[in-house]
């Protein structure tokens, strides 16, 4: 039987990947749009190049997510095949502890970020530039809390995410 906490845990990881899915799927389409009508048409939508560009950014925040979520982000695992045991985990929450630490200082930069655009008034695709920029502030600090929780609990896998363990 499943506790309500590992439901919600679980709605939550399928929602974060449906997300970026849908994204990833939209801009697909989106470009391959644009070069349709650019190539047969000689014309083409004036505001998917910048609504493509913010898209990308959404799709790398939510993507750094899901990879923290799965133990998959990217890192430099060189030391912990030499160390193991009590020093490798420390090392692991010495290190997941830092990304933590820097990823809140980039969500508090930001907010900053953030507050430059709100009152100027531009906009994306007819989206205020403060409101496609707030996925750095929000991403960041959910990536923060992430890594933060992930380093005291297990890691999801022992192996390396690219790499096959050394002998």
């Known amino acids: 039987m499943t506790t309500p906490g590992a439901t919600l845990v679980r709605w939550i990881e399928r929602v974060e990947t449906g997300l970026v899915a849908a994204l990833v ?11 349709v009508l650019r190539n047969a048409f000689e014309s083409g939508l004036s505001w998917a190049d910048p609504l493509l560009r913010a898209m990308v950014l959404w799709a790398a925040m939510l993507g750094a997510l899901a990879a923290a979520r799965d133990d998959k982000h990217i890192g430099l695992d060189l ?3 030499f160390v193991h045991g ?19 200082m980039m969500a508090w930069h930001g ?27 929000v991403g960041f600090g959910l990536l923060a809390l992430r890594l933060a929780l992930r380093a005291f609990l297990p890691p999801r896998s022992d192996a390396p995410a690219l790499a096959p363990e050394l002998p």
């Open 86 to 104: 009590r020093a490798r985990r420390l090392l692991r929450v010495v290190t997941l502890l830092f990304a933590a630490a820097v990823s809140a």
């Open 25 to 35: 799927f939209a801009m697909v389409v989106l470009a391959g749009a644009q070069i």
């Open 111 to 137: 907010v900053g970020l953030v507050r430059l655009d709100y009152g100027a008034g531009t906009a994306t695709a007819g989206i205020p530039n403060w409101a496609i920029e707030a996925i750095v502030p």
């Open 79 to 81: 030391v912990t095949h």
